[in-house]
């Protein structure tokens, strides 16, 4: 293990906002958009899909495939998520576009059932191996001061694909513009050609430089630290050097030991995060228009207009109120949005099993909640990447989200979707209530075992492992100035 001391995390930190900062979250950050819009697309398709012209699916099988989806992104994030920490985050997020693009063009060629849940779980393989490589990515390239509003703002991008995926569904859906055989085979393929024209944007995203010191590749770190401050145009300036030692791989023994131990209040943290919110989403949104399908009449052609006050609710949420989990601090808002959601849910789900609800409020009431909970569950995955050391941080990403997703979103949507079809409102209640109380004491956990990382640099939030202790972390420098 070579000994190392660098300013580079320093660096990157001290750096002002400007339009390299502003790249780097628009090619990266797209990884949300295009699963904004598979699922979207999936679920507006759902009664389309059920035709005898097109797959003949019935609500279950809809809900099984959402299912595949979820189990094929929770094993590609454990696979990207460990070879984004041994090959670098780069090339594991150009590898997971690609999968992305050439799962999605098969999708469009499905058959039956069979044939279609197997595209989803390769879509989905693609997608979760993106979460592990781009939420460390991204926060290891954008400063401290800002990491909670751009990181929350990035995650809220996947509801404009949702945005997107009810367009596309309210045009390809229209049997007076495209036939419905061909519709839903078009708008899979709408969204390959969307995520080839990000692949090209993203091979100019640099790797990242705390990943290369951590594997003792310094020259070449501060080459593309040093590109980065002459391209926004400021001076470089030596302060708060990181001393640590380069440690290139971690075994996984040693990975489970230090969160069962080292790090067992932050493992425990994430997972009632992760698990909460992903029951909240996947058990919700996944069936969003089989219950306006089946309990308001909804046309396929027109579930698209309900998911946009939806999608608007959930983007403008996480932008509004990302700013807040910089200023106020992590701990206070993601218990704040956690319970209001959580509480706000249990409402309207009261209101819904008592008949006393249109389609037209029951949307605007779930905009509202989700105004809020969009907000807590991207906060989820900001705490996830942050807490954890540089050696281990993709890959705890990656093991938290397969946990939180496997504990609370597997069986979500084909229990959701078979409550669905039954019809009862009741039982429909006492499911939305079990996502309402989890969410709630998802709360309590935070306020308990919080981690206050708000302005401060990764290394000060966890040190690394290959830290010496003699040296202190980096300090959260001011910004640079310009020339």
């Not at 190392?4 to 979250?25: G, Q």
């Not at 984004?84 to 098969?106: E, I, N, P, Q, S």
């Not at 959580?342 to 249109?358: E, I, N, P, S």
């Not at 037209?360 to 807590?376: D, P, Y």
Request: aromatic letters at 12%.
């Amino acid at each position: 293990m070579t000994a190392i001391s660098s300013d580079v995390p320093a660096r990157l930190d001290r750096l002002p906002w400007s339009r390299w900062h502003w790249k780097v979250v628009i090619a990266l950050g797209v990884s949300w958009l295009l699963d904004g819009l598979e699922v979207t697309v999936v679920g507006a398709l759902g009664p389309t899909l059920g035709r005898d012209d097109t797959l003949g699916l019935s609500a279950a099988h809809i809900g099984w495939a959402a299912s595949a989806y979820i189990a094929g992104a929770v094993l590609g994030a454990l696979v990207f998520g460990r070879l984004a920490d041994h090959l670098g985050r780069k090339r594991m997020f150009l590898a997971t576009l690609a999968v992305y693009l050439f799962a999605t063009v098969l999708t469009a060629f499905s058959f039956n059932f069979a044939s279609f849940a197997f595209c989803r779980f390769l879509t989905g393989f693609g997608i979760g191996g993106e979460y592990a490589a781009i939420n460390s990515a991204i926060d290891e390239l954008i400063p401290a001061r800002v990491r909670g509003a751009v990181d929350l703002g990035v995650n809220g991008t996947f509801w404009i694909g949702a945005a997107l995926g009810a367009a596309l569904s309210i045009v390809l859906l229209d049997p007076s513009l495209i036939n419905p055989e061909y519709g839903w085979r078009l708008a899979f393929g709408l969204g390959a050609i969307l995520g080839f024209a990000i692949l090209l944007v993203r091979r100019h995203v640099p790797e990242s430089p705390r990943w290369l010191i951590r594997h003792g590749r310094i020259a070449e770190a501060e080459r593309i630290v040093t590109a980065i401050e002459k391209e926004i145009g400021v001076q470089k300036t030596t302060t708060g050097q990181l001393a640590m030692r380069a440690i290139p791989a971690v075994p996984w023994k040693e990975i489970i030991a230090h969160l069962l131990g080292r790090y067992r209040r932050r493992t425990i943290l994430g997972l009632s995060l992760m698990a909460s919110q992903a029951l909240f989403y996947n058990a919700i949104f996944f069936t969003y228009a089989l219950v306006l399908a089946r309990f308001y009449g909804v046309s396929d052609a027109r579930v698209g207009y309900y998911i946009f006050p939806f999608a608007l609710g959930n983007f403008l949420g996480p932008l509004v109120l990302g700013r807040l989990f910089d200023s106020v601090g992590r701990r206070r808002m993601i218990a704040g949005s956690y319970g209001i959601a959580g509480l706000g849910l249990l409402a309207t789900a009261f209101l819904f099993a008592r008949d006393v609800l249109t389609a037209t409020q029951l949307s605007l009431l779930w905009s509202a909640i989700f105004f809020v909970a969009s907000a807590a569950a991207s906060a989820a995955y900001l705490t996830v990447s942050e807490i954890f050391p540089v050696e281990m941080r993709a890959v705890a990403i990656s093991l938290f989200y397969a946990a939180g997703t496997a504990l609370g979103g597997l069986a979500g949507p084909p229990l959701y979707g078979a409550i669905i079809e039954s019809g009862s409102r009741e039982a429909l209640f006492g499911a939305y209530a079990l996502a309402a109380v989890l969410m709630c004491g998802a709360a309590l956990v935070a306020l308990w075992l919080g981690v206050d990382a708000e302005r401060k640099p990764l290394e000060e939030v966890c040190a690394p492992l290959g830290a010496d202790p003699v040296f202190p972390a980096a300090t959260n420098p001011a910004p640079a100035s310009r020339r």
